[in-house]
């Protein structure tokens, strides 16, 4: 950089692991870790310091820890359009036949009603 100073790109690759939050089926979502520091000496200006520089030292470990938190997805899942698992029976919505759903029985609060004999 002219004026002395650093750019510094870190790029990697990273491949989760665990059960997806909807369906709970293995998932390996891969996160791309792409960020950049800029560490300019004599500057206070935040975007121009970076905090992973002590002088001449960049502290790798820290920056790339960080930087794969912040590129984590919010969430775990196998697939972004999971369907996840039924409400009702728990059966795994991707493999069961379109349509799955459940016939709604009489509300039991309705039953007790029906009970009352208001003749
Ligand atoms: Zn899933
Ligand atoms: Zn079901």
């Known amino acids: 950089m002219t004026g ?13 692991s665990g059960p ?13 870790v792409d960020a950049r520091e800029v560490d300019v000496p ?18 790798i470990a820290s920056w790339a820890r960080d930087a794969f938190h912040l590129a984590l997805p919010p969430s775990v899942v196998c697939r972004a ?4 698992l039924c409400a009702e029976c728990g059966i ?17 609060r309705w039953a007790k009603l029906r009970e009352l004999d208001l003749s």
Do not use: W
Not at 4 to 16: D, E, I, P, T, V
Not at 42 to 59: A, C, I, K, N, Q
Not at 92 to 108: I, K, M
């Open 4 to 16: 002395g100073g650093y750019a510094l790109r870190l790029r990697f690759g990273a491949a989760l």
């Open 20 to 32: 997806c939050m909807r369906c709970l089926q293995p998932a390996r979502p891969e996160t791309v």
């Open 42 to 59: 004599g500057e206070t200006d935040d975007d121009l310091t970076s905090p992973y520089m002590t002088g001449e030292v960049l502290d």
């Open 81 to 84: 359009d999971c369907a996840g």
């Open 92 to 108: 795994d919505l991707n493999t069961a036949e379109p349509g799955h759903h459940h016939e709604r029985g009489p509300d039991p």
